[in-house]
């Protein structure tokens, strides 16, 4: 069973600050996604990656940037954080070129910025 | 830009009354169609899905969904709805081609026993 996982389950950091959450996955799916989650909103894009140092903006990519060095890695990066910025990031993975599958999705990391 | 519109927010019902949870979606092209479910404090879960063939599509724990392509619908069913369906729901949208899926704003269901 695929595995997703994200290294944080509850994060709180300062507004400013670099934020680093990062996210796993082990069946060596080519696409991985961010996502935030916040009430009434669903899940919005944040960025995509379909290989290995290759990304691509979503809906909402401002103020925020990805990093995809290994396959099975990828990281979003909060240059400078901000209390807007408090929200629900959801990680998920699929393969790559098989657009029937669904998406694998880890536990979330809930993120608050005083 | 592509768009998926959920018609309730929040839905409450109690146990054994039917359930259906509207989804529309704004697209042109060749989609494949998903409803998510997240249960209380868990990660999110394929319901079902549609890519092609029939359109009455069946899904884990008694779900089912029907894709209409006219109308561009993918509605949610439910005969009898049990109190562990309490959850949020979401439906989403892959677009082929685009490599990327655009959710609904989600449905919260709460079933009362």
């Known amino acids: 069973d695929v595995k997703v996982t994200q290294s944080s389950r509850y994060l709180v950091k300062r507004t400013g600050e670099k934020v680093f959450l990062e996210c796993v996955q082990d069946?060596?799916?080519?696409?991985m996604f961010w996502y935030r989650q916040d009430p009434g909103l669903g899940l919005r894009l944040i960025y995509f990656?379909?290989?290995?140092?290759?990304?691509e903006k979503g809906d909402i990519p401002e103020g925020y940037s990805v990093s995809r060095e290994k396959k099975e890695r990828f990281s979003l990066i909060l240059e400078s954080a901000s209390t807007n910025q408090t929200s629900m990031y959801l990680c998920?993975?699929?393969?790559?070129?098989?657009?029937?599958?669904?998406?694998?999705f880890g536990d979330g990391t809930r993120l608050s910025i005083l | 830009a592509q768009s998926v519109s959920q018609h309730n927010h929040h839905v409450i019902l109690s146990e054994a009354a039917s359930l259906e949870l509207g989804c529309n979606y704004s697209?042109?092209?060749?989609?494949?169609l998903f409803w998510y479910v997240q249960y209380p404090g868990q990660h999110l879960q394929l319901l079902l899905k549609?890519?092609?063939?029939?359109?009455l599509v069946k899904g884990i724990k008694g779900f089912e969904a029907e894709f209409i392509k006219s109308k561009f619908s993918f509605n949610l069913r439910k005969p009898s709805v049990q109190w562990s369906d309490t959850a949020e729901y979401f439906c989403?949208?892959?677009?082929?081609?685009?490599?990327?899926?655009?959710f609904g704003d989600g449905t919260t269901l709460t079933v009362k026993p």
């Open positions: 989403a949208v892959y677009l082929r081609g685009a490599g990327k899926s655009t």
């Open positions: 549609y890519f092609s063939g029939d359109p």
């Open positions: 990656s379909y290989d290995v140092k290759m990304k």
């Open positions: 697209y042109g092209g060749t989609v494949n």
């Open positions: 998920a993975s699929i393969p790559g070129g098989i657009s029937n599958q669904p998406q694998h």
């Open positions: 069946m060596d799916h080519e696409n």
